[in-house]
């Protein structure tokens, strides 16, 4: 058989596979509108969420433990979530601010998160997002939380302390900068726009390649694209996406300093998700402050076999040297162990909220 004839019968099959995948893609979303009927039918007037973090999570879980290649675990685990996404919005377009303007990474958390078929909604601050949420504005919203560099971002740990939002879901980026410009070469340019984070993280890059340039801090890398784009000696530091957005050359791909920089954001919302078999809990805690205080508070952790993530404290603003600690766990709350841990330490604390149960990152 020539080359010619083989490509040919490979490309038949091919179209006569893309032909069987659109039909059942079109009947997965007849059924997503079964679902939304059936949930309004049964509703009576009260508001019905469409959305279920722990049901997207255990779809994308059955996904990657099923997948034999040749595509990837998460390649595949994207394509789902797209058609997942595209069904959704048959039922129930949504809204999800995020922290912009347009181009940040966090709009790109927020398109990993739900996929492409919502609408995002830039918000100028965290506090933003927040209030566009709690009004009602956008379903969900997506804010940076840590990076695995620079840390903790404490002005979205702060927006829990009174926002009476939940915790939904976690997104793990790994972070690419770029340095973009109107200039063609690193020679003409005099200042690089980027936002603090972004800076320090790419800062022995900046050091060794551009020593002498102005650092400049600004709200957001995609402001710093906006800026650059106008402004004659200017370049940004942002995600690739930027560039085509302000419409900027790139004159240097990945310099961030650590090759396995990576962004954690948070999805929050008014849902508390059901568990779904690999979950995380968030809890906002404080205590009396006196020696052991701290370690007594804690302990029902250990003595429960529930193991902690991740400890951050952050100033009560109740007084001087008063204290709160935002707790990571692993689990849900509802997990028998988990749940027995958290009523002995509710039991010894001065201030104690769960935060929100909720899927791991997967992706």
């Known amino acids: 058989m020539s080359e010619e004839m083989r490509l040919g019968e490979i490309r038949q099959e091919i179209d006569q596979l893309d032909e069987k995948i659109q039909q059942l893609i079109n009947r997965r979303a007849t059924l997503a509108q079964e679902v939304a009927e059936t949930k309004l039918a049964s509703a009576d007037g009260a508001p019905v969420a469409f959305y279920r973090p722990e049901r997207e999570a255990q779809v994308l879980a059955k996904v990657m433990a099923r997948n034999q290649g040749p595509l ?12 997942m996404s595209a069904c959704l919005a048959l039922e129930e377009p949504m809204r999800i601010a995020f922290l912009g303007p347009e181009g940040t990474f966090t709009q790109a958390a927020a398109l990993k998160q739900f996929g492409h078929s919502v609408d995002t909604l830039p918000m100028a601050s965290i506090p933003a997002v927040f209030h566009d949420v709690e009004s009602d504005q956008a379903h969900y919203g997506v804010v940076p939380v840590e990076n695995s560099t620079e840390g903790v971002i404490s002005h979205t740990l702060d927006q829990f302390i009174n926002s009476p939002l939940r915790i939904n879901g976690e997104v793990e980026l790994r972070i690419h900068h770029y340095l973009m410009s109107q200039e063609r070469s690193l020679g003409a340019l005099k200042r690089v726009y980027s936002h603090q984070q972004s800076l320090a993280q790419c800062r022995n890059w900046l050091d060794e390649q551009l020593p002498g340039v102005d650092q400049v801090t600004v709200s957001s890398n995609a402001e710093a694209a906006r800026i650059a784009s106008k ?10 996406v930027a560039s085509t957005i302000y419409q900027l050359k790139v004159l240097a791909r990945n310099i961030e300093d650590e090759p396995d920089n990576t962004t954690r954001f948070l999805v929050v919302g008014k849902q508390s998700p059901a568990a779904s078999g690999h979950d995380k809990t968030s809890l906002l805690v404080s205590t009396r402050n006196r020696p052991g205080a701290l370690y007594e508070l804690l302990s029902p952790f250990s003595e429960n076999s529930v193991s902690m993530s991740r400890i951050e404290s952050r100033p009560s603003r109740r007084g001087n040297w008063d204290y709160l600690f935002f707790v990571d766990i692993e689990g849900h709350a509802e997990d028998e162990h988990v749940s027995r841990a958290l009523a002995q330490l509710e039991s010894g604390a001065t201030m104690f909220r769960v935060l929100g149960s909720y899927p791991k990152a997967i992706l």
């Open 72 to 83: 990837g675990d998460e390649e595949m685990a994207r394509l789902f979530r797209e058609i």
């Open 231 to 240: 402004e004659a000696g200017a370049a940004a530091i942002a995600g690739e």
